[in-house]
Structures are given as structure tokens and as C-alpha cells.
């Protein structure tokens, strides 16, 4: 069997969880990772038995490698993306895609142009939860949508942000709680009710020292009719699971950081439970496990060996920023923004 060759692009907290996804799935291997750390490179390399470059330049260079898996900081996916494309690799960027939407716009056009896969993480669309969700919804067993609620009430330390040269920082975040944590529920709250047609917003910096923000709301006019929100904070304390509440016609569903909490459809049994729940990055932000990502990783490999489109592509994976970018100018000019 062919196996897809692949290389890491930076190897801070998440690549942790790539790397164990590669080493356990049988149609891929690791060759080679980059560090623009010379420590972190030189313990890669011997921990994990693979050249570790210092530069993703020169690991972009090794004509052995297939795919890449970009994991620097989220206002550095664009230069490596590109550099990647422009030398054949496929490519799977972490989350955001990037830290605004014409900056994942070169990425997707430069992916194109090359004929390369470009996938974007986010795993929890492959939760078994939300997979229940879809198909529930592709059957059209809810009716027409009515209300769709993303609420992600999480707590993020004082030290996560200042051990970090980037995180709630404009250029190296894009701004903080909404695009870099309450971004995976936005994305699903799309993935199941549709495209935004509006939305009115507003954004508040309430308790860390930081230039994001760490709470926002959001009212949402759907292009279906239905109504939503969003709520996204990492100010709230000690931090709760995030929800997805769909509801339509003929009946709702809740996940809990995705576990389905609530399933009452019309000749259906229904389903509510409190059982164990998931882990869930609420207040430890790897407590999140790799077993998502490596679903994710297995359907992006699959992609590149049948010559397919991953299932989080790049336009899929760029329409929760271009929503939370939309949430940020709403917020700024005090005014619905139609999209
Ligand atoms: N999917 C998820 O659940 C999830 C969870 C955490 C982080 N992330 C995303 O993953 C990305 C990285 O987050 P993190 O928490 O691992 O950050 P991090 O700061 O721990 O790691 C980033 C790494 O990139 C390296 N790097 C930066 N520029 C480089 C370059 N030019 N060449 C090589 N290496 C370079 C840094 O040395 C660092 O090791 C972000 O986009 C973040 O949003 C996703």
C-alpha cells in the first residue's frame, strides 16, 4: 500500500497530537519535522527518530515528502502554506486557516494553482456526536431550521497568554476567544445550519491583558431564515463544555462538547442523558485527546491517495473566520453587517 510521506511544520503544544495521529495510522509515515527552535529541533529529531529541520524551508525541499501538516502559530500558516504549495506538497493547516480571510484566500488560490489538497483542522466536525448531528440533518429530520446556538464559555489562564509571544494578539491570533477557541463550535454551528446572511456584534476585553478579545456575543440571521447566537468567552471561570444547540421544526438537538446531551425529534426516541462527558479544552487546552485529529488526518490521507477533496476543505474550513471576522467589524462600527 502507498504511503503518504509527511512532514510537520512547527512543533509546539498541538503538533504533540499530529504526530501520534501519523505514527498510529498505517497509510501515512513521519519523515521529517521543522523547528524554528533549535532545542525543541534536536529533541524532536531524537525522540521521535526523523530529521529535524530548522527551517520549514528545507523541509519543504525534501522531494520525499507528499504532505505537510502546518502547525506554527496561526499568523504564520500563509508563508509556509504557499511555500509548500509552490513545491507540490498537499497540505493540512491547523485552525483558523489563518488570521484573516484574504490571507486564507492566497492559501487557497496558491493550493489551486498548484493542484495540491489543502485541508484545514477541525477535528471535531469527525466527533461521533456531530456525525450523528449532520445526518440527522442531511435527512432533513429536524424540518426547516429555526434557531442554531453556539456557546463556548471557556477559561484560559493569565500565564497561557503571557508564555505566549502570539496567542491573543492581532497579528499572531487574529484576535483571541472567538477565533482561537470558540472557532471549532462557529464552524460546526455552520457546518449544520447554513450560511450567515447577517450578524450584530459585540466584543469585550473584560479580564486578561491582552489586545483580543476574551468575550463575545454575536446575533446571527441565517440565509435559511432561522435565527442564532454565539457566545465565546476564555474569561469565564473554572470553564464549561461547549454547547451546539440545533433546533427546527420538528424537533432539537444538543451536544456537550460533543456528546449529545439532548435528541428529541418528533417519532423518535428521544435521547437525554448526562453521562460521561467528553474531554473538552473548556480549561486545559490539550485535555482535547488526538483521537479527533487522527479521524481528520485519516480522511485528509485518504484525500490525497484517491486524488479527492478532504472533507474540511480550504473554502469549508475559511467560512467560521470570515463570520468571526464579520463579528469583529460588527463590533467595531456599532452595525449589522450583511455578508
Ligand atoms: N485543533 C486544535 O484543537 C488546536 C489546538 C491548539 C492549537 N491549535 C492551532 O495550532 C497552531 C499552533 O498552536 P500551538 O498551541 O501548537 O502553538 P505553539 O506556540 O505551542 O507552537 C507553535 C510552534 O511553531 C513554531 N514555529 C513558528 N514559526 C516557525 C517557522 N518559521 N518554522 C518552524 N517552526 C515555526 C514555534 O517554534 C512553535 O514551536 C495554531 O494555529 C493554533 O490555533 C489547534
Request: neutral net charge; proline residues 3%.
Amino acid at each position: 500500500m502507498k504511503k503518504v510521506r509527511i512532514g510537520i511544520i512547527g512543533t509546539g503544544a498541538i503538533a504533540g497530537h499530529h504526530i501520534k495521529s501519523v505514527q498510529e495510522l498505517e497509510n501515512c509515515e513521519l519523515v521529517a519535522l521543522a523547528s524554528s527552535s533549535k532545542e525543541r529541533a534536536i529533541e524532536a529529531s531524537s525522540k521521535y527518530r526523523v530529521v529535524a529541520y530548522r527551517s520549514y524551508q528545507q523541509l519543504i525541499e525534501n522531494p520525499t515528502i507528499d504532505a505537510v501538516i502546518v502547525c506554527t502559530h496561526s499568523g504564520n500558516h500563509l508563508a509556509p502554506v504557499l511555500a509548500a504549495a509552490k513545491e507540490g506538497k498537499h497540505i493540512l493547516v491547523e485552525k483558523p486557516i489563518e488570521v484573516n480571510s484574504e490571507r486564507a484566500k492566497k492559501m487557497i488560490t496558491a493550493c489551486q494553482e498548484a493542484g495540491v489538497q489543502l485541508g484545514v483542522v477541525f477535528q471535531n466536525r469527525f466527533s461521533p456526536g456531530y456525525l450523528q448531528v449532520k445526518q440527522a440533518l442531511d435527512a432533513g429530520k429536524l424540518g426547516k431550521l429555526i434557531l442554531g446556538n453556539a456557546y463556548i464559555k471557556w477559561f484560559r489562564s493569565a500565564e497561557y497568554y503571557q508564555k505566549s509571544h502570539w496567542k491573543g494578539t492581532i497579528a499572531g491570533d487574529g484576535g483571541a476567544a472567538l477565533i482561537n477557541q470558540g472557532i471549532h463550535t462557529i464552524d460546526l454551528l455552520l457546518d449544520s445550519m447554513g450560511a450567515v446572511e447577517s450578524v450584530f456584534g459585540k466584543i469585550k476585553t473584560v479580564k486578561h491583558k491582552i489586545e483580543g478579545e476574551d468575550l463575545g456575543v454575536a446575533l446571527l440571521t441565517f440565509k435559511n431564515g432561522a435565527l442564532g447566537t454565539i457566545e465565546g468567552s476564555t474569561a469565564i471561570q473554572p470553564g464549561y463544555p461547549e454547547r451546539l444547540e440545533i433546533y427546527g421544526e420538528k424537533g432539537s438537538i444538543i451536544l456537550e462538547a460533543g456528546n449529545i446531551v439532548s435528541w428529541e425529534i418528533e417519532g423518535e426516541e428521544s435521547i437525554a442523558h448526562n453521562g460521561q462527558a467528553n474531554s473538552s479544552g473548556s480549561s486545559k487546552p490539550l485535555d482535547i485527546g488526538h483521537q479527533l485529529h487522527k479521524a481528520q488526518l485519516r480522511n485528509f490521507v485518504e484525500a490525497v491517495l484517491n486524488n479527492d477533496r478532504p472533507l474540511v476543505d480550504g473554502p469549508s474550513g475559511t467560512k467560521s473566520l470570515s463570520l468571526i471576522e464579520s463579528i469583529y467589524l460588527s463590533a467595531k462600527e456599532q452595525k449589522e453587517i450583511f455578508l
